[in-house]
């Protein structure tokens, strides 16, 4: 319990970093992740999908991955936080559907084996420019 307790700590405070979600109308972006990507938060994405596609597990372990999920998304958006919303569900975070394509993860955002980048939708339109590789 004290895992889930730690979590949500860490989705406060960071949620408290940046106030500026932008409003995804070509607002100016006045928040900067500073995190680089993820290979474990992409290992949580991939047991997620897992998961939930093919009925593995109980409702509570995907909730506990989907747990995990924000907690490491609230950190690789850091200090933009903001953009992770408590209830966040992971397909609101990372477009889930380029997954298989995916080398990396970031901030709501997925890099593919191509170079190229797919965001969510929890990140802001104005705040999706080329992130450093």
């Known amino acids: 319990m004290h895992r889930l307790a730690g979590i949500a700590v860490v989705v406060a405070v960071a949620g408290a970093g940046c106030g500026s979600r932008g409003d995804g109308d070509g607002a100016a972006c006045t928040c900067t992740p500073t995190a680089g990507p993820s290979s474990k938060l992409l290992d949580l994405l991939r047991r997620h999908q897992r998961a939930a596609a093919g009925g593995q597990g109980n409702g509570r372990d995907i909730k ?11 950190i690789t958006c850091e200090p933009c936080g903001g ?3 408590d209830r966040a569900r992971p397909d609101e975070l990372f477009p889930l559907d380029r997954l298989d394509d995916a080398v990396s993860a970031g901030c709501a ?11 969510g939708d929890a990140r802001p339109a104005a705040c999706r420019a080329e992130p450093a590789r």
Do not use: H, P
């Open 64 to 74: 506990l991955v989907d747990d995990e999920i924000r907690a490491q998304a609230v």
């Open 83 to 85: 953009w992770v919303g």
């Open 109 to 119: 955002l997925l890099r593919l084996r191509d170079g190229s980048v797919a965001y």
